[in-house]
């Protein structure tokens, strides 16, 4: 397969995105079909047809122009994607700045053989490249290639052997979904509905007298239900989006496998992960199961809501400690920074997360433990350190306490060493802050290392360690350069 | 420069209260209205002072030291190499008064290293200097 000519993406992607949508519509069309025919229904059934053809006929005609107007190559060390009818957009993805690697395949996707790949990089979600639909088979060898070009070796490299590290029970997912955060709210709900039922007499009494009972039950039950519906709905989707869920351990990174109808295959590489985080909620504590996180510099994408500045991906949706603690080696290296407590008077400034409040370091990675109802434990690279503040608040300072943040790319992402004594929280920025230093050079090194041995490798690397300045540069100029409108 | 500020804001706002007290209560009230709010003026002034005195930074050798805040207390320290660009901004008021204030933004978005009040040349030899350590010293995310 020759990959330097230009190709086009997959003659049915145009039927993929349209297909959506007609599914959508038929939807609407059998919900609102009965209300329509009612006495309200003003005009024809037969309009309301011709509008949604019309619809569909205009959508897939844009789709089928997008599919024409788009192509893409892998030209070496980049990627390059074209699009664009009226204004062309010329996308350029240096395949060294990859942030990671996401196979995506929707239902009707995965039914016709199609997946659609998405490039990650560093930056806004502008910055990212998306090529839907390939065929599985290019989708899988492309990614494959992307993934040798990234870590410098020949891009005909056949992708490494995996291992397997662990696989979610889809029954332990099931129950944590059900342990999770939107159930106490349905459970609120069904309990105020079935208490109002029973009791329609309470209702009556506490309501105002002016409106009758059984219709502020009806009322009440009515936005109940909405919100269970909308409850499980959530529900719905983090179960199906997070069934199966498989990690993997390969040459080129993390591999992540999951989802029930649209299936998501995502590649992290190591090199790339910012911070790792374990999260205990209350609930699932007594049973001993955490969440992992991690971190990558870029975007989110749409699955994991639009909000944050970050891209959060699960690691693992629920688990066991120890399987959780054995990830956390495999995606930092035989990291084992010691969690300190600090001192009792903390306990004025901080009275409920004293309670588990800790952080530690040591020369390769810093931890810090925060929270009371929601335990998160995070784990930082000191290689991924971006500063370090001191910061101490009015009442902090009556404590002599201050608290110590190591930040790292993106928004929220951060260890904090939360209510340090004070004269201990001036050396730590200072050890702290020579320490990531070392880090530093010392990825560095390792990265030219490994660099050196593989031919055609140290320019990628290069590259790379050059990051921050040429990273804002060019993709601005690809921003500005192909917008001339024919 | 706040300092100034202050002054003009605390003396034009005791000019008009005073006028504003002797009108509607005589002159007593005037004298009292005046007092307080040069009082206010005095203790503005003084915060400000201390602000002011807390602004800081420090070049060393791998990294940039800066530290602000009265109430809130705060130091950062930002490696030159995780620099991604160097803001160099003047307000309208701090053009007045030939200042500015030089940012540094890193790919975290908490990082705050703000260095205000800057005499202009001084924050253009920042920003050079910074530019060229960071380049120097680049290191990838």
Known sequence: ?486 | MRRAEVAAVAGVAAVAAGILATALGGAVAGGIAVAAVVACGAAAAWFLRNRFRSWAYQERDEDLLVSRGVLVRRLSVVPYGRMQFVDVTAGPVERVFRLATVKLHTAAAATDARIPGLEPREAERLRERLAALGEAKAAGL
């Open chain 1, 1 to 486: 397969m020759t990959v330097t000519t230009w190709r086009r993406l997959h003659p049915l992607s145009p039927l993929v995105r349209t297909g959506r949508l007609v599914v959508a519509l038929l939807l609407v069309l059998t919900v609102s079909a009965p209300a329509r025919s009612g006495p309200g229904g003003g005009f024809g059934i037969d309009g309301f047809r011709i509008y949604d053809l019309a619809a569909v006929i205009a959508v897939a005609v844009a789709a089928t122009v997008k599919w024409l107007v788009t192509r893409w190559k892998l030209d070496g060390a980049t990627l390059r994607i074209e699009t664009g009818l009226l204004r062309r957009d010329s996308r350029q993805l240096p395949v060294a700045r990859i942030q990671a690697v996401d196979l995506v395949r929707p239902f009707l996707a995965r039914v016709l053989g199609l997946a659609e790949l998405r490039i990650r990089l560093a930056g806004s979600s502008s910055a990212d490249g998306r090529l839907a639909y390939l065929s599985e088979q290019v989708a899988a060898d492309l990614r494959a290639r992307l993934l040798a070009a990234h870590h410098g070796l020949h891009p005909d490299t056949p992708e490494p052997s995996e291992r397997l590290v662990t696989v979610v029970p889809n029954g332990r997912l099931i129950g944590s979904v059900l342990l999770s955060g939107a159930t106490p709210v349905v459970a609120l709900a069904l309990a105020a509905v079935v208490l109002r039922t029973i009791f329609p007499a309470t209702a009556r009494h506490i309501t105002s007298a002016g409106h009758g009972g059984a219709q502020v039950t009806l009322v009440t039950g009515s936005t109940l239900l909405a919100y269970l519906l909308a409850a499980s709905a959530v529900l719905w989707r983090r179960l199906s989006s997070q069934y199966g869920f498989t990690v993997a351990e390969s040459g080129d990174g993390i591999r992540i496998r999951r989802g029930l109808l649209s299936t998501v295959a995502e590649t992290i590489p190591i090199r790339r992960v910012q911070a790792v985080r374990m999260i205990e909620p209350l609930i699932w504590r007594p049973l001993g199961w955490c969440r992992l996180e991690v971190d990558v510099a870029g975007h989110p994408g749409r699955d994991e809501g639009s909000h944050a500045d970050r891209v959060k991906k699960a690691l693992l949706p629920v688990g066991r400690a120890d399987v959780a603690r054995h990830l956390v080696h495999t995606v930092l290296g035989n990291v084992a920074p010691r969690p300190y407590r600090p001192p009792a008077r903390a306990r004025l400034k901080a009275p409920l997360s004293y309670h588990f409040l800790a952080a530690g370091h040591d020369d390769a990675a810093a931890i810090a433990v925060t929270g009371r109802i929601r335990r998160v434990t995070v784990w930082l690279p000191l290689e991924k350190t971006q500063s370090v503040r001191l910061v101490q608040g009015p009442l902090q300072r009556r404590l002599r306490l201050a608290t110590v943040h190591v930040d790292a790319a993106g928004r929220r992402v951060r260890a904090e060493f939360r209510d340090r004594p004070d004269d201990e929280a001036r050396p730590l920025v200072d050890r702290l802050a020579a320490l990531s230093r070392t880090a530093r050079a010392r990825a560095a090194d390792q990265a030219s290392g490994r660099a050196g041995a593989q031919p055609g490798g140290p320019d990628a690397h290069r590259r790379d360690a050059q990051d921050p300045e040429q990273d804002s540069e060019p993709r601005d100029a690809q921003d500005l350069q192909p917008r001339d409108v024919p």
